[in-house]
Nanobody, 123 residues
Framework: QLQLVESGGGLVEAGGSLRLSCGASDTFNYYAAAWFRQAPGKEREFLAV????????YKADSVKSRFFISRDKDNNALYLQMNRLKEEDTAVYYC?????????????????WGPGTQVTVSA
């Protein structure tokens, strides 16, 4: 059973940057890996997804110009580079994995989740 754990969250001032990491207990092969976030009182929001094998990725329009997803196949690690952070980016950020190839922006199709890492952006 694949297990995931996020790291790299913290407190940052608006306009700053953070790089989140997601480590896996086993290879991500045959999976798509994604980042989601959830702010208090809001639904879990899709941010970006990457095909582990090809590296092809897709990002939500809301973060397309500021967030960048990448992966390190050799180290089974997933990353999310977040630039020009805003207060509204404050949320718990999750990495997730699925063997599905469809509906990859939908949280329900992801079978494996990390516990999340808190990102707080101050004014």
């Amino acid at each position: 059973q694949l297990q995931l754990v996020e790291s790299g969250g913290g407190l940052v001032e608006a306009g700053g940057s953070l790089r989140l990491s997601c480590g896996a207990s086993d290879t991500f092969n045959y999976y798509a890996a994604a980042w989601f976030r959830q702010a208090p009182g809001k639904e879990r929001e899709f941010l970006a997804v990457i095909s582990w094998s090809s590296g092809a990725y897709y990002k939500a329009d809301s973060v397309k110009s500021r967030f960048f997803i990448s992966r390190d196949k050799d180290n089974n690690a997933l990353y999310l580079q977040m630039n020009r952070l805003k207060e509204e980016d404050t949320a718990v950020y999750y990495c997730a994995a699925t063997k599905s190839t469809d509906r990859l922006t939908t949280s329900q199709i992801y079978s494996t989740w990390g516990p999340g890492t808190q990102v707080t952006v101050s004014a």
